[in-house]
């Protein structure tokens, strides 16, 4: 919409608007009218079929065409709300609440169902990114993100769900999956980091990541499993990082 229009309906108002639209049509069928009694057959009821249907057809859509205008508009921005409102813009992964909501809602379907949840949740730490911040640059950091966001969607694809929880940490949520499908994917993932390389204003960047995951059980509370996810993370961390390590209990 124009600026000058949107100022316009503001200042204008519903009713008045209401009210001046009917005005607008009322003119028009007027109009419309004078030309059909001035160059036709005014008073033959093919006349007036003519006049009421070629009064339809120019009213019709010069009044629709706005409306119809405006309620596409609200569609394109009721779809940019809900955007903002749930993708992370720099990775295009869900956010943090979105993601939350989108697991739990997932996680209570299968309970509801009763079925087995054969799911787990990895928790993904871009290795060293405040360094990275801080000798690159924002910009090379903003590109290691984005890069590595790429990448887990491209292994985690739906129904998996991936999302930033802030800064350089990714969640996924991995739906049917078991202990050997899971380190295949696990140990593909942490390869194809390594191989990723970010261009750089002094030199191009390698970077690594370090995943801790843990196994979702029945009755879990899901920031249950994120917690035994984390605790694999630290391990991950404290062992040198660039790596992954699936929780066990004998941790």
């Known amino acids: 919409m124009a600026p000058f229009a ?31 009694d001035t160059f036709f057959i005014s008073s033959s009821l093919i006349g007036e079929l003519a006049f009421i249907f070629t009064a339809s057809c120019i009213i019709a859509p010069l009044m629709s065409w706005y409306l119809l205008g405006l309620l596409f508009e609200l569609d394109e921005l009721e779809i940019k709300l809900t955007k903002l409102a749930t993708i992370d813009s720099l990775t295009n992964t869900y956010n943090r609440g979105y993601f939350y909501a989108q697991s739990e809602a997932y ?7 009763q079925a087995s949840i054969d799911t787990a949740v990895a928790i993904i730490d871009l290795d060293d990114f405040k360094s990275i911040n801080d000798v690159l640059g924002h910009a090379v950091g903003d590109k290691a993100l984005h890069e590595l966001s790429s990448l887990l969607r491209e292994f ?42 970010i261009e750089g204003n002094i030199t191009d960047l390698s970077i690594t990541v370090s995943i801790g995951v843990a196994f979702i059980e029945i009755g879990d509370e899901f920031d249950d499993a994120l917690l035994r996810a984390d605790e694999a993370l630290y391990r991950v961390k404290k062992q040198g990082k660039n790596g992954y390590m699936i929780y066990d209990a004998s941790f």
Do not use: H, M, W
């Open 6 to 36: 949107r100022v316009f309906l503001r200042k204008v108002g519903r009713p008045r608007l209401v009210i001046l639209l009917t005005v607008l049509t009322f003119l028009l069928s007027l109009i419309i009218k004078y030309f059909f």
């Open 107 to 113: 996680l209570a379907q299968l309970t509801n169902q």
């Open 156 to 197: 985690a694809p739906s129904p998996n769900i991936v999302g930033r929880l802030g800064g350089d940490e990714f969640v996924c949520l991995l739906v049917e999956t078991n202990l050997s499908d899971l380190t295949k994917l696990l140990k593909s993932l942490v390869l194809a980091v390594r191989d990723i390389s």
